[in-house]
């Protein structure tokens, strides 16, 4: 049995949803004002609130943000009289799991009050990432415990603190870059300049402006002397990514700084020496590319000292937990929401997607679902996930939209072992409405197995 506790100085209001409540099997707390709302809501134990913003002595929004800070996880419905955008962003912004406009329709109350605790039980049988002390989020780390990461470790310790030149290999989204950095910031040239430029972003006469830099007057708009980034990362590290996007003419100076460790400003005449650990990315063959001329081969050469190859997520599903708690933890410092519970249908679906995008791919799915995800819960249907069932475009049928909806519920009923748990998480609908329509489309339920 589940406790609700009711929050509304509208007496009528608060007798008729605690006998609806009641009635439908729950236990109810009741409170008029605003300090006696908080009180009840930290000192008692309930599963559930109902939080009119119009209270005496504090109003909704406060009560929210006060409970909010002690019992983050307790889901709130914001019950009001003003049922407007601004105040439905505001409730929500603060932490409410639902907002609902006055006269309240109690059929949808039902609905809602059922959903979350569907939402609650499905939780429980998922993982609980706030529980387990690693891995905590830090910038410049990578995560994985794969055979292949692991191997990607032992190079990186291997040469770390040398001034070899690296080449990273991978599809885009393997975190190339986070490779470099995890060079950089491992070794003992840490407290240097590390310098990120991607290749791909600029024009060549830009990139070579903006690598080697150039001198007052080498072209229009050069007003002034301006130190390239080999010069900024003088005892670091440059990163190039997206080496393969490079321009033969740099291609040339590259090869250049490579062999003599010196270059010349663009319109300049004067030779500069530089200490630099240079690290290079490529998301495409370059062996493939010196085969067809397009990237010189003295180059690739002076560039794959060391190699490491990055493989895609799909082919190490394993630090896929990993990750994801990793991940999660990144955007609680970032953004503010804290996330730590992933039901298992959630991470079966994370585990079943093929992730073309790889771990970028997957920071982004998560972003997104957190945002969207009500509570501490990350709910299986915010995911969006591109490329599954639910994106897959209809085929053209000539039937009624009655029709394809009940063959749709029969579907997955029957894909689900009639399961109405699972079902109503695939349908995104919840328990009673799902009971309604087997009822109207009289699906013959009961005697299945």
């Known amino acids: 049995m589940r406790t609700i506790l009711i929050a509304d100085d509208d007496r009528a209001i608060r007798r008729t949803l605690e006998l609806h409540l009641v009635e439908s099997g729950h236990d109810v707390l009741a409170a008029a004002g605003g300090p006696e709302a908080v009180d009840l809501a930290l000192?008692?134990?309930?599963?559930?609130?109902?939080?009119?913003?119009?209270l005496s002595g504090m109003d909704g929004f406060e009560v929210l943000t006060r409970i909010k800070e002690r019992k983050p996880s307790l889901p709130i419905i914001m019950i009001t009289a003003f049922d407007d955008m601004q105040t439905a962003i505001e409730a929500i912004r603060l932490g409410a799991i639902d907002h609902l406009g006055k006269p309240l329709d109690l059929d949808h109350l039902d609905e809602v009050i059922e959903k979350i605790f569907e939402m609650s039980d499905i939780s429980q049988t998922g993982v609980a990432f706030n529980d387990s002390p690693e891995?905590?989020?830090?910038?410049?780390?990578?995560?994985?415990?794969?055979?292949?990461?692991?191997e990607i470790y032992k190079t990186i310790g291997a040469v770390a603190d040398s001034r070899a030149t690296v080449l990273i290999n991978g599809e885009s989204g393997t975190g190339k870059e986070m490779v470099a950095r995890a060079l950089h910031f491992n070794s003992r040239f840490r407290n240097r300049p590390f310098i990120?430029?991607?290749?791909?972003?600029l024009a060549p006469t830009l990139l070579e402006s903006e690598?080697?830099?150039?001198?007052?007057?080498?072209?229009?708009?050069?007003?002034?002397v301006k130190p390239g980034k080999f010069e900024l990362a003088e005892g670091g590290t440059l990163f190039l990514d997206e080496i393969s996007e490079t321009s033969p003419e740099i291609q040339v100076k590259l090869l250049r700084f490579l062999q003599e460790r010196e270059f010349e400003r663009v319109g300049g005449v004067e030779t500069i020496k530089a200490d630099v650990r240079v690290i290079a990315a490529s998301n495409k063959s370059l062996p493939a590319l010196v085969a067809s001329g397009e990237f010189r081969q003295d180059l690739y050469y002076r560039l794959k000292v060391v190699s490491i190859d990055l493989p895609p997520l799909r082919e190490r599903k394993d630090d896929l937990r990993l990750l994801v708690r990793f991940l999660l933890e990144k955007m609680r410092h970032e953004m503010g929401k804290a996330v730590e519970i992933v039901p298992r249908e959630t991470m079966d679906l994370l585990l079943d997607h093929s992730w073309p995008g790889n771990v970028r791919e997957l920071e982004n799915t998560l972003r997104r679902a957190v945002l969207l995800s009500p509570g501490n819960v990350l709910l299986p249907e915010a995911l969006q996930l591109e490329g599954s069932a639910g994106g897959a475009r209809m085929p053209l049928i000539i039937k009624s939209l009655e029709e394809v909806e009940r063959e749709h519920i029969e579907n997955i009923l029957s894909f689900t072992g009639y399961e109405k748990k699972r079902a109503t998480a695939i349908l995104g609908v919840s328990r009673p409405t799902l009971d309604r329509r087997i009822r109207e489309y009289g699906l013959d339920v009961l005697s299945r197995p």
Not at 43 to 54: A, F, G, H, Q, Y
Not at 140 to 145: A, E, F, L, S, T
């Open 135 to 150: 891995p905590s989020f830090e910038p410049n780390i990578m995560v994985g415990r794969s055979r292949a990461m692991k």
């Open 211 to 224: 690598l080697f830099g150039h001198e007052k007057g080498a072209f229009t708009g050069a007003y002034r």
């Open 43 to 54: 000192s008692r134990e309930v599963d559930l609130m109902l939080l009119d913003l119009r």
């Open 196 to 201: 990120a430029v991607a290749c791909s972003a």
